[in-house]
């Protein structure tokens, strides 16, 4: 058997090592364009900041190291350009040329691309996005000579950018389209993440889009313009407005798509094609809570959709659980962290809910360090765990990933109230934050 998988990052790398680890004898190449696999998408804010010193850190594996561990064929530099269904081919641009491969199952794991705001001055070359290896390289390099960075789009990675660059000790303005930052809290939860990140000297522009950049300026090499009138003059712009699943091959292929150009899969990842499955940002997933349907570009459900497109190759049957949209980010001092429906979601898909506050101390009072801590829980008028946020120091993390548990299994008011969590003073109470939850919800 022959697989061939496209893009050797998380989904499809995670594909690939799955197929090896089912299948001793299967030949597996993977397609990746870039000159990286296997890196940490995730840390390349991190290595901005420098935090992570050494670039290298990024690298989890190379082709050989891939080969030596997994008998992986891992091609870089090699982009799949077309893919023929009725031949079962695909056609590879590579450096020598281009190359045609034959396969028995072709897994797509392409990721999304950067949404290019349709605004002057976007092509400067101050103007960049992160999202590879070598654009966190250059511009943890750039920030040496830079003093003012500018970042649009104010979500996760656009949080992580700011804290990077305020790290290295640059000015930083975060522009954001939408009222608050971090738009999928709510707007009570996104106003702490809000005064976390000016206390620490980041110039919050929310509710404003950036309506063109020029080069030069008040002593700095662009200028951004804003709706508002205001100017921003910076020496670095990093464009974080959100990604689109990148389906053009998956198109031109006449694979089913969504109207917003997302790949089809079904349970088993499998797209309208039975030999082809696909994985990660590119796909179409189910929410677990309103049962929207679109791309959740988040690396845990892209790991796991790439394991499964391969038990699914191998002839396994797990079917994929909808996703959660479990999510978290550091900023400064502060942990922000979502999982399941935020009243937002509920109110555009029509479902009813309650929600529920409370800010105890993330540990015991009485023990030295204790800080305030927000939890946010959303329910059905029947008292089910709809969603969950926290905004808080350490300990914010570990009650969303309890409550994404909760959720998973489908628990009530009730339920969590009842939750026997691990508690010594340093670490919780007696009645942890998320038993508070529950209390308060029944
Ligand atoms: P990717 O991991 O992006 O891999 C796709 C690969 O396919 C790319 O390397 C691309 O070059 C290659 N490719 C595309 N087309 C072709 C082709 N035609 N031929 C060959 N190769 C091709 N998620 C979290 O959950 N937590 C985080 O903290 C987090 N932080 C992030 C920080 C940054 C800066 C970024 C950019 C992303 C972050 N993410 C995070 C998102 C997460 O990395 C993605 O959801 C995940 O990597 C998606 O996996 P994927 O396999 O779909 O795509």
Same mark, same amino acid.
Not at 115 to 130: A, K, N, S
Not at 294 to 305: I, M
């Given at each position: 058997? +022959? %697989?061939?998988? %496209?893009?050797?990052?998380?989904?499809?790398?995670?594909?690939?090592?799955?197929?090896?680890?089912?299948?001793? =004898?299967?030949?597996?190449?993977?397609?990746?364009?870039?000159?990286?696999?296997?890196?940490?998408?995730?840390?390349?804010?991190? =290595?901005?900041?420098? *935090? #992570?010193?050494?670039?290298?850190?990024?690298?989890?594996?190379?082709?050989?190291?891939?080969?030596?561990?997994?008998?992986?064929?891992?091609?870089?530099?090699?982009?799949?350009?077309?893919?023929?269904?009725?031949?079962?081919? @695909?056609?590879?641009?590579?450096?020598?040329?281009?190359?045609?491969?034959?396969?028995?199952?072709?897994?797509?794991?392409?990721?999304?691309?950067?949404?290019?705001?349709?605004?002057?001055?976007?092509?400067?070359? *101050?103007?960049?996005?992160?999202?590879?290896?070598?654009?966190? +390289?250059?511009?943890?390099?750039?920030?040496?000579?830079?003093?003012?960075?500018?970042?649009?789009?104010?979500?996760?990675?656009?949080?992580?950018?700011?804290?990077?660059?305020?790290?290295?000790?640059?000015?930083?303005?975060?522009?954001?389209?939408? &009222?608050?930052?971090?738009?999928?809290?709510?707007?009570?939860?996104?106003?702490?993440?809000?005064?976390?990140?000016?206390?620490?000297?980041?110039?919050?522009?929310?509710?404003?889009?950036?309506?063109?950049?020029?080069?030069?300026?008040?002593?700095?090499?662009?200028?951004?313009?804003?709706?508002?009138?205001?100017?921003?003059?910076?020496?670095?712009?990093?464009?974080?407005?959100?990604?689109?699943?990148?389906?053009?091959?998956?198109?031109?292929?006449?694979?089913?798509?969504?109207?917003?150009?997302?790949?089809?899969?079904?349970?088993? /990842?499998?797209?309208?094609?039975?030999?082809?499955?696909?994985?990660?940002?590119? #796909?179409?997933?189910?929410?677990?809570?309103?049962?929207?349907?679109?791309?959740?570009?988040?690396?845990?459900?892209?790991?796991? $959709?790439?394991?499964?497109?391969?038990?699914?190759?191998?002839?396994?049957?797990?079917?994929?659980?909808?996703?959660?949209?479990?999510?978290?980010?550091?900023?400064?001092?502060?942990?922000?962290?979502?999982?399941?429906?935020?009243?937002?979601?509920?109110?555009?898909?029509? %479902?009813?809910?309650?929600?529920?506050?409370?800010?105890?101390?993330?540990?015991?009072?009485?023990?030295?360090?204790? /800080?305030?801590? =927000?939890?946010?829980?959303?329910?059905?008028?029947?008292?089910?765990?709809?969603? !969950?946020?926290? @905004?808080? &120091?350490?300990?914010?993390?570990?009650? %969303?990933?309890?409550?994404?548990?909760?959720?998973?299994?489908?628990?009530?008011?009730?339920?969590?109230?009842?939750?026997?969590?691990?508690?010594?003073?340093?670490?919780?109470?007696?009645?942890?934050?998320?038993?508070?939850?529950?209390?308060? !919800? $029944?």
């Amino acid at each position: 058997m +022959r %697989i061939l998988v %496209i893009g050797g990052v998380a989904g499809g790398m995670s594909a690939a090592a799955r197929a090896r680890r089912l299948d001793e =004898h299967a030949e597996i190449i993977v397609f990746e364009k870039g000159r990286y696999v296997s890196f940490a998408n995730c840390g390349l804010p991190y =290595h901005v900041g420098g *935090e #992570i010193e050494q670039d290298s850190y990024l690298l989890l594996h190379s082709p050989e190291s891939l080969k030596a561990e997994l008998d992986l064929d891992v091609r870089i530099e090699h982009e799949v350009i077309g893919i023929d269904r009725d031949a079962q081919t @695909v056609l590879v641009a590579t450096p020598e040329g281009t190359e045609t491969f034959e396969y028995d199952a072709l897994v797509l794991s392409p990721g999304a691309d950067a949404i290019v705001p349709p605004i002057p001055g976007v092509d400067l070359p *101050e103007v960049t996005h992160l999202r590879t290896v070598d654009e966190a +390289r250059e511009l943890a390099g750039r920030t040496a000579n830079a003093k003012r960075a500018v970042v649009m789009g104010a979500g996760f990675i656009g949080l992580e950018t700011a804290e990077a660059f305020r790290h290295r000790g640059l000015e930083v303005t975060l522009v954001e389209l939408a &009222p608050q930052v971090l738009p999928p809290l709510a707007p009570e939860m996104s106003a702490l993440v809000e005064k976390e990140l000016t206390s620490h000297g980041v110039d919050v522009r929310a509710g404003v889009a950036a309506t063109g950049i020029r080069a030069g300026g008040d002593d700095a090499a662009v200028t951004v313009t804003l709706g508002d009138g205001t100017e921003v003059p910076a020496d670095i712009v990093v464009m974080s407005v959100g990604v689109r699943p990148n389906t053009a091959l998956a198109g031109e292929a006449g694979l089913e798509l969504t109207d917003r150009g997302a790949i089809v899969v079904d349970e088993f /990842q499998q797209t309208s094609d039975a030999h082809i499955w696909a994985a990660g940002d590119a #796909i179409a997933v189910r929410h677990g809570v309103t049962g929207q349907v679109g791309p959740v570009p988040l690396a845990g459900p892209a790991n796991r $959709q790439g394991r499964r497109a391969a038990d699914s190759i191998m002839g396994r049957s797990d079917k994929a659980q909808p996703v959660l949209g479990t999510a978290i980010v550091r900023t400064f001092g502060l942990t922000a962290a979502t999982t399941g429906a935020s009243p937002r979601m509920l109110d555009q898909a029509g %479902i009813e809910y309650f929600v529920v506050h409370t800010h105890p101390a993330n540990h015991a009072g009485y023990y030295p360090g204790s /800080q305030v801590l =927000h939890l946010m829980g959303v329910f059905s008028p029947e008292g089910k765990l709809l969603g !969950a946020q926290a @905004v808080g &120091p350490d300990g914010a993390d570990k009650r %969303i990933d309890v409550l994404a548990t909760a959720l998973r299994a489908g628990f009530s008011a009730d339920d969590i109230a009842e939750l026997e969590l691990a508690y010594a003073p340093p670490f919780g109470s007696a009645k942890d934050p998320v038993n508070m939850l529950g209390f308060l !919800a $029944q």
